[in-house]
């Protein structure tokens, strides 16, 4: 009698799964992520001082969190109502130097911080995801002892921003506002360059010894009368980009894995929620641009969108009077809805 598929299985099993059985290893133990430098451990003569000092703000400390320290700031009345400022993609936090001390001047508590691998915070060796940026800020929030605070996001900000309010609800005091936001980005708006500069064999070669040295090299070519000349918040991002070397790794993670694409569940939880809800955005922003202040409007209903006409991405640089004057009315106690009808 010829033996059956079933006879024959029966033969090969057993030793197949003694030698998967003695061959089998545990994986190895869990290591610390690698944590990488940031502008705080650039030598004294690095033009990045003199662009971005470590003290541009009032009330500095760093925080040691799981994943590095973390530069953060805290200006305004101690008593004040406290509010978060969330920075986006590639600028750190020099990008509210005139939205932040007017805020302060205003009365209020404002916490600004650089998102890690940007300024001076350390640059984790991990993905870049959205858990990532929200969990940053409610441990940032533990380590000020901070119970709650209206959120204000920038760009990618304003993603991390909704992420935190659908993350940590109980940490949002009941508004959000949200200037030029990332979140619903659509992969075609992202240019080709981008998504190409992003990629992981590239990411691989910037961060070749060779290609950094490089990159040194132009970024030093420039004499300190042209850095003079120069628009600070575009400096910065040359000078991080040559002298940081996870920096390119973590905007590139950031854009490809972060809080720019697929936040559609979060601002439906921001709709669902008590919280107010403040859209500003510019009709010419290139970068987020203006169809995705009404997408979002059309996942948040009850937001108040203001757009400033001709208003580029860089609002609160190239618009930071109509920015202050929009958040002070925004975070007042007296402001009221006015919902869509």
Request: net charge positive; hydrophobic share 40%; aromatic share 10%.
């Amino acid at each position: 009698m010829g033996s059956t598929p079933f006879h024959r299985l029966a033969l090969v099993l057993p030793p197949l799964f003694l030698t998967i059985y003695l061959l089998a290893s545990f994986p190895r133990p869990p290591t610390v992520p690698i944590i990488h430098t940031s502008l705080a451990d650039l030598p004294s003569s690095s033009p990045s001082w003199n662009v971005y000092p470590e003290d541009l703000y009032s009330g500095g400390a760093y925080a040691k969190l799981p994943l590095g320290r973390v530069r953060y700031w805290l200006i305004g009345p101690e008593d004040g109502r406290r509010v978060v400022l969330i920075h986006g993609l590639s600028i750190p936090a020099i990008v509210w130097k005139d939205i932040a001390p007017v805020l302060a001047s205003r009365g209020y508590r404002v916490l600004l911080y650089d998102l890690y691998g940007r300024g001076y915070s350390d640059a984790p060796q991990v993905t870049y995801d959205t858990t990532l940026h929200t969990t940053q800020l409610a441990l940032l929030m533990q380590h000020v002892r901070w119970d709650n605070a209206f959120i204000v996001g920038l760009s990618m900000g304003g993603g991390v921003a909704t992420a935190f309010s659908a993350h940590f609800p109980h940490l949002v005091n009941g508004k959000v506002a949200l200037i030029a936001s990332a979140g619903i980005i659509e992969s075609s708006d992202i240019s080709r360059t981008a998504k190409f500069m992003s990629t992981p064999l590239v990411q691989t070669v910037s961060a070749l010894p060779p290609f950094q040295h490089y990159m040194r090299l132009l970024a030093n070519t420039s004499k300190s009368s042209e850095l003079c000349e120069t628009n600070p918040i575009q400096e910065i991002v040359r000078l991080q980009t040559a002298h940081l070397p996870h920096y390119n790794a973590a905007v590139a993670s950031s854009l490809r894995d972060g809080p720019i694409r697929g936040l559609h569940f979060a601002f439906q939880s921001l709709a669902r929620s008590s919280n107010k809800v403040l859209l500003i955005h510019g009709t010419s922003d290139k970068t987020v641009p203006y169809k995705y202040a009404s997408k979002i409007h059309n996942l948040v209903p009850q937001a108040d969108l203001v757009t400033i006409s001709d208003g580029g991405h860089d609002l609160t640089a190239t618009h930071a009077s109509e920015v202050n004057a929009l958040l002070l009315h925004f975070l007042a106690d007296e402001y009221s809805y006015k919902p869509r009808g």
